[in-house]
């Protein structure tokens, strides 16, 4: 399984990427997400066999996103919590990637790729509110702020989340 965009190639998530996400996967990528990395090679292993795992039970699809001509490592990007009645989006781009629309790509590309290979009722992409780079990227793409929760990053950071939703074109909405 492979998806292509102009400029991106996304697939499967395996050993092959754990030096790159053990480099690339820093506490300053992972800012406004929940978890922060320890930066061991065991905490991306788990990843990987989590990943796995998940591709096995189809629950979950996670993919590298490599660069299509050069087929850098640029980050990370998933299909989650599949369900006939939603599917959660998520993604990281390596620092020095950001701000091309590559994250809009991505996401982009995973919505063609659900709408084509899945029946859902809606799309989820939660993203916290500080993060306004991420937040342009649903926003871009139709989807809507549902709903505003807090969720804890660690004993001491809390994240405040908005949850933006967009709707299968085969569901109102309701």
Known sequence: MKIETSRLKLVPVSEQYKADILAE??????RYM????????????E???????ALINRTDIVLAVLDKESKEFIGCCGIHNITEHSIELG???????HGQGLGTEVVESLINFIQQNFKYSHLIYPVDK???ASRKIP???GFSIFREYQTIKDEDTFLNIAEYRKYSLDHSGV
Do not use: R
């Not at 996967?25 to 992972?30: L, V």
């Not at 990843?47 to 795992?53: E, G, H, R, S």
């Not at 993604?91 to 990637?97: D, P």
């Open 25 to 30: 996967f820093t506490p300053e990528i992972t």
């Open 34 to 45: 929940p978890y922060t990395p320890n930066g061991e090679e065991q905490e991306i292993q």
């Open 47 to 53: 990843f990987l066999d989590k990943a796995k795992l």
């Open 139 to 141: 926003e871009k793409l």
């Open 91 to 97: 993604l990281w781009l390596k620092a020095g990637t």
């Open 130 to 132: 500080e993060n306004i």
